[in-house]
């Protein structure tokens, strides 16, 4: 099975820079996924990461170090539209499994 | 334009009836999932499906049953047996299940009990 952590919630200011952290434990990995989902909307993919290292998109970045079983999001120049849920999600061999999702409160 | 739809948005069940949740895709995906999510809480996995004719339990399937007699088409029925079914569910798709693709989600359907 699948099991994914990260924290509940995460509260930042605009312009600020926020990490939020996923740790898994899985029997089947291909890589770690990112989701955004706002509030009644449907997840949007941000992110994914297969190997070990950053990735950069934008004002999103996302981590991945496969022999710790961690990940990270990082979001930097925050914006009030950011203050959503975001999901780490495990693709294993044949399914997608995610964590329960962290709300960030973005604050003037 | 491509993209998965679910139908309908809201849907309200009584008490021991079986309702059936849609979801259409024509992004050519063979993988489909169903989640359900409640409030506060993340997605959690009901059925997956990598190809036509073919599906899999997931974490919550009690309850639950699905079919895919089409790439295209991968309704879910809450039945009876579901004993707690007031949730948001989504439906996604993939090009393929598990490796490097981008899943897509529908707007989901509000099902509640009445």
């Excluded at chain 1, 009644?40 to 190997?51: D, E, R, V, W």
């Amino acid at each position: 099975g699948q099991s994914l952590e990260q924290p509940s919630e995460v509260t930042a200011v605009e312009g600020a820079i926020v990490q939020i952290n996923c740790t898994y434990q899985t029997s089947g990995f291909y890589g770690l996924s990112w989701y955004q989902q706002h509030d009644g909307g449907a997840p949007t993919f941000l992110s994914y990461n297969a190997l070990d290292g950053l990735e950069e998109t934008g004002r999103f970045s996302s981590f991945l170090s496969r022999s710790d079983s961690y990940g990270y999001l990082l979001l930097q120049e925050l914006q009030m539209k950011d203050s959503a849920s975001y999901f780490c999600a495990v693709e294993g061999y044949s399914t997608l499994t995610f964590g329960k999702g962290t709300m960030l409160l973005v604050s003037p | 334009d491509g993209g998965i739809t679910q139908s309908p948005k809201y849907l309200f069940r009584k008490e021991g009836q079986n309702v059936t949740l849609s979801c259409e895709q024509n992004l050519n995906h063979d993988a489909m999932y169903w989640y359900r999510q409640d409030p506060g809480q993340g997605l959690r996995l009901i059925y997956y499906s990598q190809i036509v004719n073919d599906f899999q339990k997931g974490d919550i399937a009690e309850g639950y049953s699905v079919s895919r007699e089409k790439k295209e088409s991968f309704p879910l029925t809450v039945t009876s047996a579901q004993k707690n079914p007031t949730a948001f569910y989504l439906c996604a798709s993939s090009s393929s299940a598990g490796g490097s693709s981008e899943a897509f989600f529908g707007q989901g359907t509000r099902l509640t009990v009445v």
